[in-house]
């Protein structure tokens, strides 16, 4: 898995060639792989490394020497209030702010996924997926993606005649067929109305675990986060507060004692008095 490079000297992004081992910290050296070495690589533990990162405007720290490690594979949600700094994070991660502070190593091939689907009205569904990728990608390409998020019966059809379900799974697909190793989802539910909302969780669940690349899920609901995630980090005053491990068997059960308990650690955790809440 080659990764990008965040550094403090210059701000801007170096991509290392490595093809199976995380970077090594004061590594800067470029090295040619050749395609069997880069065949036979092995995979990194880490997909997310993060050290000491700080961003700030105006002068004002919104993310404070932050610390953070994704594993390969892994699903972790964040959850914080309103300008605690997660979508800052994510959009750190995703390449598209690089005026920082630390070091940031993340995975070169990786795609992110936005509340709003950001469908280009003009491109029919399947030229929205192809949209970005390098080359002139095939249109099976698009179609196996859009087969993946059960949407084969709306390829040919305009944006503009999608529900919002249907745009979101969109979406995904479009970040699907970039083959990431790591997938950042900034609140991808948060428009949908509560029955999508049950279907798209599931939907992600099921593409995660057929895929087995790292997910981090920006978001502020609580349930969702313990129903997907392996882990649930929470994020205050730009930095991580608070870590919690989610050791429920899958499917998990909104119904189940545990659940229940582990959620409600959460909620107090981010300030919500979970007695008043029950009265």
Known sequence: MATDVHRPVNHQVTEEPTAG???AEGTEAATELKPKAKAEAP????A??????TRSFDGRAVIDDLRLDVRAGEFVALLGRSGCGKSTLLRILAGLDRDIEGT???PRRKAVAFQAP???????VWRNVLLGLPGKPARAVADQALGEVGLSHRTDAWPKTLSGGEAQRASLARALVREPDLLLLDEPFGALDALTRIKAQRLV???????GCAVLLVTHDVEEAVLLADRVLVMDQGVIAHEQTIDLDRPRDITDPRFAEI??????RLGVDTAAEAA
């Open 21 to 23: 081992a995380s970077t």
């Open 43 to 46: 995979r990194p533990a880490q």
């Open 48 to 53: 997310v490394r993060v050290e000491g990162l």
């Open 104 to 106: 940031v190593l993340v």
């Open 118 to 124: 950001r469908l280009m009205p003009w491109k029919k």
């Open 205 to 211: 669940g099921e593409l995660w675990q057929r895929r």
């Open 263 to 268: 959620r409600g650690q959460l909620l107090e």
